[in-house]
């Protein structure tokens, strides 16, 4: 992670030091990196040189849709994967291409299969009949032929998270694979439907490649089968997934090697190689972000000590909701401080609310202290619990600090609601 570095114990990010943001934009605050960013996205673009279409990358937008991610990122030229309108209104606003958008999700409503339409996208990964049916129905009404891939569901354990696995039977997505076949049959005759491509993406922070290699020869073997009967697919849309290093024993295959195997098991089974779309999140964003926070005080007991911060599981959520781990470390480091063993904790009332625990940290009352990984699935996943403000995203480019996103107001929350209401 290059673009986090330390000056005599002072963390900066590119050019500037963290602790200057905090002053500046308070606290908690969330700080990008452009270059770690732009790093995370040449990557796999790289990684997708060989192939003949020259390869997409559709970033997907979930993991962190911050206007000024989403427009540095289309200005490198990427695609977009998208799972609702509003990603896609996000990426029209920040000056990415309808063209180079994905649609996925389980279930796209007529709105928003119109809207896509409407601006021309790349493709539609369909998870259902149901929603096969309902494309075919909104692109007669608008005389379009709506472009397809479906999203097959191979029953594929990528040993993550249950909750962000996506690729077993047991899950709501995507088309078993065992009726892939004559879904695409299906499709085929439909006279508002084009067949383009086929899809899979079989969960997310996937730490080995066997799983992932494992899905996409099911994926091939598919292409061969619609292959002999008469269905031509162009790409293999193989979703997004891999893994980032949270923790210091976590080793995830990084997107050359992951691209160049995917190239290996190509060029073994077949001349005609349809191009290859990917589309990762987190593995763009998480490394390039961090979350700074402030602990107000530590609180002993006779128990334990915590640190309680002012930023909590409605700042960062991962921790709370899947177990997640991100490593925290103080801002400045000083090793004239004791070190303490605390469970690092927000002031939300949930016992669930905490962002680390048992961490050993140099830090006192009014420390600043940084919780790395948290470019994705961080500021996007924020609530309002609590009636706590969104806090603020800075994007920091060499020496320039730029606030992407204002801290929230109370009178933000406020101004959505009434306090009178007509009973009739
Ligand atoms: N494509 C599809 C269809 C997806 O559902 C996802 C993520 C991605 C691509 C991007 O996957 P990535 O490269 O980021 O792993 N909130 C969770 C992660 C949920 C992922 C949902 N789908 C977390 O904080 O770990």
């Known amino acids: 992670m290059s673009w986090f570095s330390r000056l005599e114990g002072q963390l900066k990010v590119e050019d500037v030091l963290l602790s200057s943001v905090a002053e500046k934009y308070g606290t908690p605050c969330y700080v990008y990196s452009r270059s770690g960013c732009e790093t995370g996205y040449n990557e796999y673009k790289k990684a997708l040189e060989w192939c003949p279409g020259g390869g997409r990358v559709c970033y997907a937008v979930k993991a962190n849709s911050n206007l000024s991610i989403l427009s540095l990122l289309a200005d490198l030229g990427s695609g977009f994967e998208i799972v609702s309108v509003g990603e896609l209104e996000r990426v029209l606003a920040a000056g990415g291409e309808g063209q180079k958008v994905v649609f996925c999700g389980v279930c796209k409503e007529e709105h928003e299969i119109r809207r896509a339409l409407e601006v021309g996208i790349f493709c539609f990964n369909v998870e259902s009949e149901k929603e096969l049916e309902l494309i075919q129905k909104v692109a007669e009404s608008m005389k379009k032929v709506a472009p397809i891939s479906l999203r097959v569901n191979p029953d594929i354990d990528p040993q993550t998270h249950p909750y962000i696995s996506t690729g077993l039977k047991e899950n709501k997505f995507g088309i078993e694979s065992k009726k892939a076949v004559s879904v695409y049959q299906k499709a085929a005759v439909l006279p508002n439907v084009k067949i383009v491509g086929i899809a899979c993406h079989i ?222």
């Open 203 to 424: 969960g997310s922070q996937i730490l080995t490649m066997e799983p992932l290699l494992e899905a996409f020869d099911c994926i091939t073997g598919l292409v061969q089968e619609l292959k002999d009967l008469g269905i031509t697919i162009n790409h293999i849309d193989i979703g997004g997934g891999l893994g980032v290093r949270y923790s210091d024993d976590e080793n995830p295959p990084s997107p050359s090697e992951y691209l160049s195997r995917i190239k290996s098991k190509l060029l073994e089974q077949s001349r005609d190689i349809p191009d290859i779309i990917v589309q990762p999140g987190r593995s763009i964003v998480a490394p390039a972000g961090v979350l700074v926070t402030r602990v107000n005080f530590i609180k002993e007991t006779s128990n334990k000590s915590f640190a309680i911060i002012d930023a909590s599981m409605t700042d960062l959520l991962r921790p709370s909701l899947y177990g997640a781990y991100h490593k925290i470390e103080p801002v400045d480091y000083d090793e004239n401080k004791t070190e303490i063993e605390c469970d690092v904790v927000g002031p939300v009332c949930e016992s669930g609310d905490f962002i680390g625990k048992k961490r050993r940290l140099r830090i006192i009352d009014g420390d600043l202290i940084v919780v790395y990984g948290a470019g994705a699935y961080g500021h996007c996943m924020s609530s309002n619990y609590n009636s706590r403000n969104r806090p603020a995203e800075v994007l920091v480019d060499g020496n320039k600090m730029n606030l992407v996103r204002r801290r929230e107001t109370i009178r933000d929350q406020l101004q959505l609601e009434l306090t009178e209401f007509n009973s009739q």
